[in-house]
Nanobody, 122 residues
Framework: QVQLVESGGGLVRAGGSLRLSCAAS????????MGWFRQAPGKEREFAAA????????QYADSVKGRFTISRDNAKNTVYLQMNSLKPEDTAVYFC???????????????WGQGAQVTVSS
């Protein structure tokens, strides 16, 4: 059974930093592209960042580019999202996702985590 478990969310002040982690199990992690999505209250889920299976290619939404960094450790079956210079509008539930293809930037994935709350206070 595939599981994606996010951790590292919490409450932070504007301008602060957080690092999210997503531990994967039940799949051959190194074969999957991984991504992070977020859903703010009253809004649809949106793409934030993605990383290729090798880690050699990354993509970001314009809203997080230059502030967020996605990375992965295939030896630990874990993907990370380093979030710096956080803004109140970054407040959302952040979801980890895995896909064998290249659908993450289209908002699609084979597997999803349960989500981690990130709240940025002004």
């Amino acid at each position: 059974q595939v599981q994606l478990v996010e951790s590292g969310g919490g409450l932070v002040r504007a301008g602060g930093s957080l690092r999210l982690s997503c531990a994967a199990s039940g799949l051959t992690f190194r074969r999957y592209a991984m991504g992070w999505f977020r859903q703010a209250p009253g809004k649809e889920r949106e793409f934030a960042a993605a990383i290729s299976w090798s880690g050699g290619d990354t993509q970001y939404a314009d809203s997080v580019k230059g502030r967020f960094t996605i990375s992965r450790d295939n030896a630990k079956n874990t993907v990370y999202l380093q979030m710096n210079s956080l803004k109140p509008e970054d407040t959302a539930v952040y979801f980890c996702a895995a896909d064998l293809g290249s659908r993450l930037t289209l908002g699609q994935a084979e597997y999803w985590g349960q989500g981690a709350q990130v709240t940025v206070s002004s």
